[in-house]
C-alpha cells in the first residue's frame, strides 16, 4: 500500500494569451512613438515608395500609417498579429543576415495587445482587399474591402486596456516630440522613399523623394544646406557614407547627431565619442557636431538583436569601427581644408588588426589598385595624368630634369632650366649618385616619401606633391586641350541646392574642358553625360558634390579667375591624400612627376611640397657647429 500522501495543488498556470501578450507588448509597445517606428519600418520592409503617417492626441488616440508597399493576402493579414508571425527570416541562421528593418514578429502581436486595430490591405495579385478589426488580441472582424495595392493599419486609444500604461504616458508635447524623432530617423534613411506626417490634420511633414543631402536639409532645416561635408570611404570591411556639418555649425546642444548600421538608427556613446574626437580642437569642448552616417557592414558581424527596440547593437569588432570611423570624418574634414592638419592615420595597435589589414590582401589590393586614386599614378590619359599634344611623357622629362641637373653640377654648370633651383646645390661627389629612377624611397606614416639625395635626403609630402602635378597638368589641359571625356551609358542626373546649381551653372564650361560634360535639365537638375575617365560610375554625383564645396572654399579668394579656381579645386579634390599607403611604383612616379613640373617646390596654394636636410645640417643637430 502506497503511503498516504498529503494533497499540494499545482501553483503553475498558464497566462492566458492577451495577457501574455500585453506583458510582452510592454517591452516593444512603450509609448506612442515606439508603434509609429514599427509601423513605419513595416511599410519600408514591405517595399513602399509612399508611407504616410497620421496621428491624432499624439498618438494616443490615433496612429496610422498607409503604404503603398507589397500588402497582405487575407490569411496573411489574419497572420501577422500572432506572436513571432513573421515573413522575414525562417530559420535561425537568417538571423545573421538580416537586411530587412523588422524580424522578430512581435510588433503587430504587441499593438494587437493594447490598442484597438483597423487594418486593411491589398496584394498586386488578390482582386479584393481584406479589412480586419482587432482587440485585445482577438480578431473582431473579417470582411473583404475595395483597396488600393498596398496597407493602410490604424491603432486606436493606445492602452486602453492598460490604465496603468495609459497614466504613464507624458503630456502631449513630449510624445509628439518622441514621435516626431522616430519618423525623422525613418526618413532620413530612406530618401527614396516620400514620407508625410500629418498630426491633428496639420501637414507637419511632406518628404519629396531626392538625395541624402537634400533629405537632411527637410528634416533638420536650410540652414544646414551648404554646410554639410561628404564623408565616404569604401573598404573591405565596412562602408561609411553621409555627411557631417562644418565645423561652424556645431551647437550648444546635442540633437542633429544620426548614426545608422545598415540603414538601421542606432544609439552609441562610442561611436559619437570616435567623431568628437575627429573635430578635436575644431570645436568649442561643450559644443556638438552635426552628423548623420551610415555605416554599412556584413550583418554577420552586428548583433543587431541585444535589445528589443533594436537601439543598441553590438558589433564583432568596435575597435575597428571606431578607427574608421574617426578616420573617415578626419579625412572628410580635411579634404574641405576645414582642418589645418592632414592626419588621419589609424591608431597602430589598430593597423595591426587583421580586419584592418583585409583592404590590402591581394585581391582587394587588384580592386584598389582599379580605383581612381591608383590608376592616376599609374595609367596615361587619365585625368590624373594627361599626355600633353607639345611634350613627350613628363615622366621622361622629370627624369631628364633630375638628370640633366646632377650632369650640370657635375660639370660645374647650374642648369638654367633646372626644376631643383629652389633648392641647395646638392654635393654631386658622392659616388653613389643616383637618379630618381632607382633612388631608394620610403613612406613614412603614409604621407611622407623620402629619397635620397647625393648629400641628404629630400622629404616630400605625398598630398603637396600631387596637388601640384595635377594642377599643372589640368591647367595645361585647359589651355591647350580638353581631357578626354568618357561619355556614360547611364548619364546620372543630380539635383542641387538653388545656390549650388547657380554655382554650377558658372562653371559648366570650363568644367567641359576638364573632362565633365554636364548639362542643365530642367530647375536646378542637371544631367552629368560623362566624365574624366577615372571617375568610376556610380561615383559622379559624389564627385561633383565635393568639387562644389572644393569650389566655394576658394570663392572667397577674388584675386583667382574662375579657371583658377576651378583647377585648383579638381587638383585639390583628386589629389592622393595624406594617409594613403602607396606603393613603390606609385612614389617612383609622383616624384617622377613632381620634378616634371614647372614649378615643383610648392602647391598651388605656395606650400611646401618637399623639404631637404643635408647632412651637414643633420651633424650640425647632432654634434652642434664644428
Ligand atoms: P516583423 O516586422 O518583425 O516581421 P511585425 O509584427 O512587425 O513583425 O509584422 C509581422 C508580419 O506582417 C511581417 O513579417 C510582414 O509579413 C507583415 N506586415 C506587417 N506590416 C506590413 C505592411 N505594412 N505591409 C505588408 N506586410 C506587412
Ligand atoms: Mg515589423
Redesign the pocket.
Known sequence: MAAKVDFVPDKITLLPDNIANQIAAGEVIQRPASAVK?LL???V??GATEIKLIIADAGKSLIQ?I?N????SGT?ARM?FERH????IKTIEDLFHIR?M????????SIAAVAQVELK?KTAEDETGVYIEVENSMVKKQEPVAAPMG?S?AMKNLFFNVPARRNFLKSNNAEMRHIVDEFTRVAMSFPEILFTLTANNQQLFHLETGSLKQRIVQLLGNNYNAKLVTVKEDTDYMNIYGFVGKPETAKKTRGDQYFFVNNRFIKSAYLNHAVMNAYQEMIPTDSFPMYVLFIDLDPTVVDVNVHPTKQEIKFEDEKIIYAFVQAAIKHALAQFSVTPTLDFDLDASIQQLSSVQQPFTQENRSAAAAGSIFKGFTQKNQAHFIEKSDRSDPIAIGLKHWKDFYESRESGVVSQDSTLTSIDPIQISDSRLKTIEDAELTQLLNTYITISSSNGFLLIHQQAAHERVLYEQLKAASKDKPVATQRSMFPVTLELAPADAAVLEEIMIDLQQLGYSIEPFGKNSFVIQGTPADVGPGNEKHIIDILLEQYKHFSNEVKFSKREKLVRSLARQQSIKSGVRLTEKEMRRLVMDLFACEQSNVTPDGNPTYLEFKQEQLEKMFRGPL
Open positions: 514599427e519600418e513595416n511599410a520592409d514591405a500609417v503604404d508597399g507589397s500588402g497582405m496573411d501577422s508571425a513573421t515573413s522575414k530587412t523588422g524580424f522578430r514578429g512581435e510588433a503587430l502581436a490591405t496597407t493599419i
